[in-house]
């Protein structure tokens, strides 16, 4: 099969990803299932994965490599292991991006991304940019008829991770208060829209793309701003006071700070973007009685919720696609900010 494989590690990026014949994934367990993969979202984690932001965590021995990445994945099951019931062969699926083992008691739980013995496809294992995928059924969600693959593998991690942050923040922002969001990106627009079905608060949304902003203003937000040495004071005279809630899909390059002091008293700073480091005194967080908390993808049922939103048209992934020949160029678009939302790679 094709298929798109890191070779080695560069913080610069300069390292492309090699497009090769490999051989295809085969079922070895009763549960597991081959899906044939129609489209893989790009996400700024791949380019975590190769800079080696993840190396010294998923990959300390430097045995990984090569492999092939991708962990938003939705297509049609090609094969199904003895024991699978839920799922047959032409079925149109999206994969939750964790496999999981069911008997842990985070997986009993309910909490997939916290299971003791999960596998991470498209991160410590071969993921979604080549023509299948092994999987197992527990990650596989149906997607509702009239729904394709091409439309919504984003959902599978960036609109999942979005989702569980705005759902989280919904419950937080009853009518009158206020919800900022940093970043109207990849993951920031699915939670803009995710706000808007689940909440009447007003949102503001920050993001230094004038682009990205009149996205934020087509989606619904009662006003965007551009962000800035200036961002904090400026969010709290509008909001009179702080907003109740933020959520940072940002979270590195200074504005992981900015969050925090744009809160009022008893408020919430969800952070969902990484690569910086918070510093917030002690006296603040009591004074503020503020809560700071780090929000991680999502949970096998919040994936069906999510996919339940995007059926009804409430919420949608606004992706620039591209072949998977073209990954490349993908990569070193997304790195140079010259498309807006997601990027989809097709196969």
């Not at 094969?79 to 799922?87: D, M, P, Q, R």
């Not at 999942?160 to 009853?174: D, E, G, I, N, S």
Request: with cysteine; proline share 5%; charged share 25%.
């Amino acid at each position: 099969m094709k298929a798109a494989r890191l070779y080695e590690y560069d913080p610069h990026l300069k390292v492309q990803l090699r497009i090769e014949d490999v051989p295809e994934p085969r079922i070895t367990a009763p549960n597991e299932v081959i899906v044939r993969v129609g489209a893989a979202g790009l996400c700024r984690t791949d380019l975590h994965i190769i800079e080696g932001v993840w190396r010294s965590i998923l990959d300390p021995d430097g045995k990984l490599l090569p492999y092939i990445p991708g962990h938003e994945n939705a297509g049609w099951v090609e094969e199904v292991g003895s024991a699978v019931t839920s799922v047959k062969p032409g079925d149109a699926v999206i994969c939750h991006p964790l496999r999981t083992c069911g008997v842990c008691l985070a997986c009993r739980q309910g909490e997939d991304m916290y299971c003791e013995r999960g596998v991470f496809p498209g991160l410590n294992a071969d993921g979604g940019f080549a023509e299948y995928l092994l999987t197992n059924e527990r990650a596989l969600v149906k997607l509702p008829e009239g729904v394709v693959p091409a439309d919504v593998a984003p959902l599978a991690d960036a609109g999942l991770t979005a989702y569980r942050a705005a759902k989280r923040a919904a419950k937080l922002l009853p009518p009158g208060t206020f919800c900022v969001i940093i970043g109207v990106g990849g993951l920031g627009h699915i939670a803009l829209q995710v706000l808007r079905a689940l909440s009447s608060a007003r949102i503001i949304a920050v993001d230094i793309s004038e682009a990205a902003r009149q996205l934020a203003r087509d989606l619904g937000a009662d006003e965007v701003l551009a962000g800035g040495p200036d961002l904090v004071a400026e969010v709290r005279e509008r909001t009179k006071g702080g907003a109740h809630v933020v959520l940072d899909f940002v979270g590195e390059a200074g504005v992981e700070q900015q969050g925090w002091q744009m809160l009022r008293r008893g408020g919430t700073h969800i952070i969902i973007g990484y690569g910086g480091k918070l510093e917030v005194p002690t006296v603040q967080m009591i004074f503020g009685e503020m809560t700071l908390t780090g929000s991680l993808v999502g949970n096998y049922m919040e994936l069906v919720e999510l996919m339940d939103l995007n059926a009804r048209g409430l919420v949608k992934v606004y992706a620039q696609r591209y072949r998977l020949d073209q990954i490349n160029q993908a990569i070193d678009d997304f790195k140079n900010r010259r498309y807006i939302g997601r990027a989809v790679i097709l196969l």
